[in-house]
């Protein structure tokens, strides 16, 4: 098992530029989610699915989208990338969304998203 | 908004003491989940109790919640250099938004050998 994977590891864009960044799981995860994280704010929810075809938005949606057309896949958009959106990406997926809440997150090892 | 926060925001200690870190938080909730991030890794998963719980032990590690208070802690016995790390709650509201698991800023943690 590979987890949660996670590509590319580093990227440097220039403003109005757009991306993707790419999570994959191999857990067979319902739930899958894309965290940002930056100095002295911990982690901010961005999207998260809880099956393929339905997401839904996190804290901080803007500027992202996202779609899940399979169980595994959860791509990331920066459809016109702002310097404000440099930061770490990453993604996470779970096995329990029916009960007792979000359960255990399994993260990749992040995406450092650099934007000039 | 952040929903969890942690205390304190740094902590150091000397090997083979013990580690506290407290959690606060703002609303109801049906879990809260501790994790560990070693620096420029991504996050691993420590423990999870339910709001139904008081206390749960994994190993070297305690957790407490007190959902009159809203407060969580964790406990690290016996610290280790391999502990040094930045530690954050993580709550998963009851309700709507059940599914927005939701991090505090984290503490960081040094264990000198």
């Known amino acids: 098992n590979a987890g949660v994977t996670q590509t590319p590891k580093f990227q440097v864009l220039k403003t109005g530029q757009s991306m993707t960044l790419q999570c994959a799981q191999d857990m067979n995860h319902e739930y899958m989610s894309w965290y940002r994280q930056d100095p002295g704010m911990g982690l901010r929810l961005i999207h998260y699915?809880?099956?393929?075809?339905?997401?839904d938005q996190g804290e901080v949606p803007n500027g992202y989208n996202v779609s899940r057309s399979t169980t595994e896949d959860f791509p990331l958009r920066l459809l016109s990338a702002a310097p404000s959106q440099t930061s770490v990406y990453f993604c996470?997926?779970?096995?329990?969304?029916?009960?007792?809440?979000?359960?255990?997150?399994?993260f990749g090892e992040g995406s450092r998203l650099t934007v000039l | 908004s952040q929903q969890g926060e942690e205390d304190p925001q740094a902590l150091s200690i000397q090997e083979g003491e013990n580690a506290t870190m407290n959690c606060s938080y703002k609303t109801s909730i049906n879990n809260l989940q501790w994790y560990r991030q070693n620096s420029g890794r991504g996050l691993v998963h420590l423990i999870l109790?339910?709001?139904?719980?008081r206390e749960k032990h994994s190993g070297r590690l305690r957790v407490t919640l007190d959902t009159s208070k809203k407060s969580s802690s964790l406990l690290i016995t016996a610290s280790r250099a391999a502990d040094t790390a930045s530690y954050f709650c993580?709550?998963?509201?009851?309700?709507?938004?059940?599914?927005?698991?939701?991090f505090g800023k984290g503490t960081k943690l040094s264990v000198i050998p």
């Open positions: 996470a997926s779970s096995y329990s969304i029916r009960t007792s809440g979000t359960g255990e997150l399994f």
């Open positions: 109790i339910r709001s139904n719980e």
């Open positions: 699915s809880v099956g393929a075809g339905i997401t």
């Open positions: 993580a709550t998963s509201p009851s309700g709507a938004g059940s599914y927005q698991l939701t």
